[in-house]
């Protein structure tokens, strides 16, 4: 009964290579972002779709390229990873409330700790 | 832009003690929600607790409760009781309005809470 849910969990590659983090949520959520959290710990978005439209993309290299086949899934595809992407990729996912400004509460997935040799 | 500072990298409490954890923001938005998440060991984001910031009202959530000052921009957060469970990152958070319908969440830079037996 996972709410987000992410896979893999970890995520091993060499630099150059092509890779894909993918997050589910059963929550009914119509909203879903991509976080990015770095060696130092910090968290930052970089992407959020809703109803399978980008809303978010916040200045991230076009490497970078989520997809969001339904409401229910995002997922996040990386080409030529560098050194730099190492970090930890965090999905979450709310509901909009559709009013001046959503109070709703944004639920986190488990991470994905990506690490680029 | 909004910005979230958090003052503290590390602190350390011992068990069935009171701890607070500091937060500041800035933002010239009226409307906007603050949020304290958790990150233990295991990495999870974990939601300990939100404010509106319309209401005056400080937020609860059992052992932990916030004391929201608006006008100093200041957001911290008290651990009653401290349980060795609660040694973990947390973060503070803003949530800002993005237009359209999602909002992000900015984070700051995490406390480091170690509870001690």
């Known amino acids: 009964d996972t709410a987000v849910s992410q896979t893999p969990k970890y995520l091993v590659t060499q630099m150059g290579n092509d890779k894909s983090i993918k997050c589910e949520q059963n929550?009914?959520?119509?909203?879903m972002y991509w976080y990015k959290q770095d060696s130092k710990k910090f968290l930052k978005i970089m992407f959020s779709y809703n109803n399978k439209e980008l809303i978010i993309n916040e200045t991230v290299p076009n490497r970078f390229s989520p997809k969001s086949p339904d409401k229910a899934h995002l997922n996040l595809h990386i080409n030529s990873l560098e050194l730099g992407d190492s970090a930890v990729y965090f999905c979450?996912?709310?509901?909009?409330?559709?009013?001046?400004?959503?109070?709703?509460?944004?639920?986190f997935g488990p991470g994905t700790r990506l690490t680029v040799l | 832009a909004q910005t979230v500072t958090q003052s503290q990298p590390e602190m350390s409490v011992q068990e069935a003690e009171t701890v607070t954890l500091s937060c500041t923001y800035d933002t010239s938005e009226n409307n906007y929600y603050l949020f304290w998440y958790k990150q233990p060991p295991s990495r999870q984001m974990i939601l300990v607790i939100r404010?509106?910031?319309?209401?005056?009202q400080n937020a609860t959530e059992n052992r932990f409760s916030v004391n929201f000052q608006k006008a100093a921009k200041s957001f911290s957060l008290k651990i009653s009781d401290s349980q060795l469970g609660d040694t973990a990152m947390y973060f503070c958070?803003?949530?800002?309005?993005?237009?359209?319908?999602?909002?992000?969440?900015?984070f700051g830079t995490g406390t480091l809470l170690a509870v001690q037996p």
């Open positions: 404010q509106e910031a319309y209401k005056q």
């Open positions: 958070a803003f949530m800002k309005h993005y237009g359209g319908a999602t909002n992000k969440l900015i």
């Open positions: 929550l009914g959520h119509d909203t």
């Open positions: 979450a996912s709310s509901q909009d409330g559709g009013g001046p400004i959503s109070s709703d509460t944004q639920y």
